[in-house]
């Protein structure tokens, strides 16, 4: 490889680099993901999305203004095959503390799944069980996923399509018994950003499909389909995304979450029903410039 080309993918590398931290650090402060003495649980399965995640908080450890603490637990669910020195050899080579919690869900789900039918919800459903136990033995107070925006977005359409909900996945969650607190700092992270990076640091990748079932058809259905938006109609994963955050109750159409009943003739609400005015949407969803992007208050560079 020539000096310029090295150079330029060098570049091209810090870039990204720079673009995932800056991404990282502001979705973290939009929804106040870490405060001050957290001790933060990254779970890490071994994939590129977990391998990013843990990446990207201890560079924000490192620079942040506050203080927190992280630690890494995998849960090795003793699928045929996993090869269970990868992690502790990387995690070697981290500085950081782990713990490797072993538990055969994967017969407990094999004993109840039919052959041939997808094994993921009864899989998921155990794992975080484990995962919320295994927080409060260490004590967490915040347990950080490798979630990213497309998983989002998928998860919008996939509620809409096959769940009749207007829902997608937060970005901070509170668990049901009101135990614990999620959060997904990889939120505003594109999934092709985080595969190139995965790429680029020669991340020891562990495959996920050892358990062999099936990826869930409906997801695998709607991510071909944004994937084909992608390519057809540049911008409009990102307008999607946007739209989520820009929600207006008052024009859906659900009435506990908005009081339809009592609205009154002579209320201007939300701006007001521009619903005869002209259309003012542009022929394409505009695109943001990473180059002009809004600086983060924390330097994440």
């Known amino acids: ?89 990387y995690l070697d080579t981290q500085n950081i503390e782990y713990k490797i919690v072993e538990e055969d869900t994967y017969s407990i789900v094999t004993d109840i799944i039919p052959e041939g ?15 919320y136990r295994t927080a409060n033995e260490m004590g967490a107070t915040k347990i950080a996923l490798g979630h990213h925006r497309d998983d989002m977005i998928e998860t919008l359409f996939l509620n809409m399509f096959y769940g009749g909900k207007l829902k997608s996945m937060p970005a901070k969650l509170m668990s049901d018994n009101g135990e614990h607190m999620v959060i997904r700092p990889l939120a505003y992270c594109k999934e092709t950003d985080i595969e190139q990076y995965a790429i680029s640091q020669a991340y020891p990748i562990i ?39 820009n929600v207006v109750p008052s024009h859906l159409a659900d009435n506990e979450l908005f009081d339809f009943t009592n609205l009154k003739t002579g209320e201007v609400i ?15 969803p505009v695109l943001n410039d990473d180059e002009t992007a809004d600086v983060v208050t924390i330097n994440l560079s």
């Not at 039918?117 to 995962?131: A, F």
Request: glycine share 6%; with cysteine; proline share 5%.
């Open 1 to 89: 490889m020539s000096h310029s080309v090295q150079a330029k993918a060098q570049h091209s590398l810090s870039k990204l680099q720079k673009r995932l931290r800056r991404q990282t650090g502001q979705a973290v402060m939009d929804f106040n993901m870490i405060e001050e003495g957290d001790r933060i649980m990254v779970c890490l399965s071994g994939g590129k999305d977990s391998y990013t995640l843990l990446d990207m908080l201890q560079h924000l450890q490192r620079v942040a203004p506050i203080k927190f603490d992280l630690f890494v637990v995998n849960l090795d669910q003793k699928q045929p095959g996993f090869p269970e020195h990868v992690l502790p050899a």
């Open 117 to 131: 039918k997808t094994t993921c919800s009864l899989c998921s459903r155990l794992r975080r069980g484990i995962l």
């Open 207 to 245: 495959p996920c499909n050892l358990c062999g079932s099936q990826e869930n058809l409906q997801r695998k259905h709607t991510k071909a389909m944004l994937a084909q938006w992608d390519i057809e109609h540049p911008g409009r994963i990102e307008s999607i995304f946007t739209a989520m955050q």
């Open 270 to 284: 939300d701006g007001g029903d521009i619903t005869l005015d002209k259309p003012d949407i542009p022929k394409q």
